[in-house]
């Protein structure tokens, strides 16, 4: 079974603070992508990673950035929250480019709120 | 600009019903067509997906029909149940492109007993 994990269900973090959010998947996926979930507005895309230390910006990518160092992981980076950015975020693998199954893996989500 | 739309934003259906949702698209690249199924409290799950190459893919109680050129495709639930009770996203990709999930807004569906 695939997994994708977040490191967090719920985090509480104030304004102005830089705010880290962690992933991880485990099944040797190259892509890896970010979104952003709001009631009515549904997903929407910050960044995409399709390979180590690649990155591509998403819809909305202001305010945020990214780290991928090692296949596995992929960190979205808040670098000043602000209460704007309360949200869900949820992390998603899937296998990449070459592969004919490109079913989009998601972890269980982090909801953020920034006071 | 929202290159896929989604209807209705919320659906309420009987136990036994056929619930229905919507789906339509801009950008003729779109190859890979995708439904996403989400309960409360967990991420989503790909429900069942759909390539241009046909039009109806059926798995269970779940079809997905696609027309290609009104650039339309549609989740049809038979005999819905309160199990069924969930967020439903459509999306869909370029699959020979960049491959990013492009979703619709989504779909609350509520199945009463």
């Known amino acids: 079974d695939v997994k994708v994990t977040q490191s967090s269900r719920y985090l509480v973090k104030r304004t102005g603070e830089k705010v880290f959010l962690e992933c991880v998947q485990d099944m040797d996926h190259e892509n890896m992508f970010w979104y952003r979930q709001d009631p009515g507005l549904g997903l929407r895309l910050i960044y995409f990673?399709?390979?180590?230390?690649?990155?591509e910006k998403g819809d909305i990518p202001e305010g945020y950035s990214v780290s991928r160092e090692k296949k596995e992981r992929f960190s979205l980076i808040l670098e000043s929250a602000s209460t704007n950015q309360t949200s869900m975020y949820l992390c998603?693998?899937?296998?990449?480019?070459?592969?004919?199954?490109?079913?989009?893996?998601f972890g269980q989500g982090t909801r953020l709120t920034v006071v | 600009q929202q290159q896929v739309k989604q209807s209705p934003q919320s659906l309420i259906v009987q136990k036994g019903g056929i619930s229905i949702i919507n789906c339509a698209y801009e950008?003729?690249?779109?190859?890979?067509f995708p439904w996403y199924q989400q309960f409360p409290g967990k991420g989503p799950a790909l429900l069942i997906a759909?390539?241009?190459?046909?039009s109806e893919k059926k798995e269970g109680r779940f079809t997905i029909s696609f027309n290609k050129s009104a650039k339309q495709f549609s989740l049809h639930i038979m005999d819905s149940q309160p199990g069924d009770s969930a967020t439903y996203f459509c999306?869909?990709?370029?699959?020979?492109?960049?491959?990013?999930?492009?979703f619709g807004k989504g779909t609350k569906l509520t199945v009463n007993p």
């Open positions: 950008n003729t690249a779109f190859d890979y």
């Open positions: 999306a869909a990709s370029n699959e020979g492109g960049s491959e990013k999930l492009v």
């Open positions: 759909i390539r241009p190459d046909v």
């Open positions: 990673s399709y390979d180590v230390k690649m990155k």
């Open positions: 998603a693998s899937s296998l990449g480019s070459g592969h004919t199954n490109t079913e989009a893996f």
